[in-house]
């Protein structure tokens, strides 16, 4: 059974910073592009970074290019997304994929695309 599971949210002034991780059992996640999803209240999900499966390659939302950051341990079946500079309409719930895929790396942003999700982790930026 293939679990994933956030962790490191939290409230957070504007400005600061705050590292998720997500860790993968059940299967290794070496070979799977993984990714961060985030819900804001009253929103649909939307894409926020996604890393090939060795983390050479790296994609992201325009939103975020340049404050956020998606790294990968393989080694220890983990994925982080370090935020820094946080703003308010950052405010969400945080989810990490992987892609049950052994194709190509093909940057994919679609949730539809990812078969495994974690339960979210919770942030919150005020002003």
């Known amino acids: 059974q293939v679990q994933l599971v956030e962790s490191g949210g939290r409230l957070v002034q504007a400005g600061e910073s705050l590292r998720l991780s997500c860790v993968v059992s059940?299967?290794?996640?070496?070979?799977?592009?993984m990714a961060w999803f985030r819900q804001a209240p009253g929103k649909e999900r939307e894409f926020v970074a996604t890393?090939?499966?060795?983390?050479?390659?790296?994609d992201y939302t325009d939103p975020v290019k340049g404050r956020f950051t998606i790294a990968r341990e393989n080694a220890k079946n983990m994925v982080y997304l370090q935020m820094n500079s946080l703003k308010p309409e950052d405010t969400a719930i945080y989810y990490c994929?992987?892609?049950?895929?052994?194709?190509?790396?093909?940057?994919?942003?679609?949730?539809?695309?990812?078969?495994?999700w974690g339960q979210g982790a919770q942030v919150t930026v005020s002003s």
């Open positions: 059940g299967r290794s996640s070496s070979r799977a592009a």
């Open positions: 994929a992987l892609r049950d895929y052994s194709g190509r790396y093909d940057h994919e942003r679609s949730e539809d695309a990812y078969k495994y």
């Open positions: 890393s090939s499966p060795t983390g050479a390659s790296k």
